[in-house]
């Protein structure tokens, strides 16, 4: 099975920082990467899909690259809204693991 | 607007079998993939597996195979998850989430379901 990493687990920034969440895979997955934000409590929604597709609503200071093994997340200016966790996903073969997680907090 | 509600929290003992309900709406159901996705108090995200609701085909991981059962209603719209021989470590909340269909990601959730497991 294909096996996600992803760092950091945890990240401290504050409103209006640029933050990068990564992950990589354990093998080539091409584009085959999705990203998804979670709140406490909620269900997670999906923000990239394909490594660098923006899911429709998401605004746009959501972005994703890479292609091979890795992968990068970044949120260019932090807005209070977007304190979270947030999982990568790899959908390039069964069974779909997610990454770790990273829990995004207020610094 | 699409939306999928799921069936309420249970609590059940250690070897006993859950079904857990996904009811659909605002699409067709038969158009996208649903999948299963579980997340035990305090961890990440695991796929268990998914329906294909035309066909009522299925892939199942690997770790729950044996274990595992979906199923689909395609009169009332619904998808069914049953996880059997329960343990402990089962404790979780369960999702059904739709399959956006240009890619395997999952557009749409449902609100999720607790599972208990404990003697």
């Known amino acids: 099975d294909i096996q996600m990493t992803q760092s950091p687990a945890s990240l401290s920034a504050s409103v209006g920082d640029r933050v990068t969440i990564t992950c990589r895979a354990s093998?080539?997955?091409?584009?085959?990467v999705n990203w998804y934000q979670q709140k406490p409590g909620n269900a997670p929604k999906l923000l990239i899909y394909a490594a660098t597709n923006l899911h429709r609503g998401v605004p746009s200071r959501f972005s994703g690259s890479g292609s091979g093994t890795d992968f990068t997340l970044t949120i260019s200016s932090l807005q209070p809204e977007d304190f979270a966790s947030y999982y990568c996903?790899?959908?390039?073969?069964?069974?779909?693991?997610f990454g770790q997680g990273t829990k995004l907090e207020i610094k | 607007q699409v939306q999928l509600v799921q069936s309420g929290a249970e609590v059940k003992k250690p070897g006993a079998s859950v079904i857990v309900s996904c009811k659909t709406s605002?699409?067709?159901?038969?158009?996208?993939?649903l999948h299963w996705v579980r997340q035990a108090p305090g961890h990440g995200l695991e796929w268990l597996g998914w329906i294909n609701p035309s066909s009522g085909s299925t892939i199942y991981a690997q770790n729950f195979e044996g274990r595992v059962t979906m199923t689909r209603d395609t009169s009332i719209s619904t998808a069914y998850m049953e996880l059997s021989s329960l343990r402990p470590d089962d404790t979780a909340v369960y999702f059904c989430a739709r399959d956006i269909k240009v890619t395997t990601s999952f557009d749409f959730w449902g609100q999720g379901t607790l599972i208990t497991v404990s003697s």
């Open positions: 605002g699409y067709t159901f038969t158009g996208y993939y």
């Open positions: 093998q080539s997955i091409r584009s085959s």
């Open positions: 996903q790899q959908s390039y073969s069964t069974p779909y693991p």
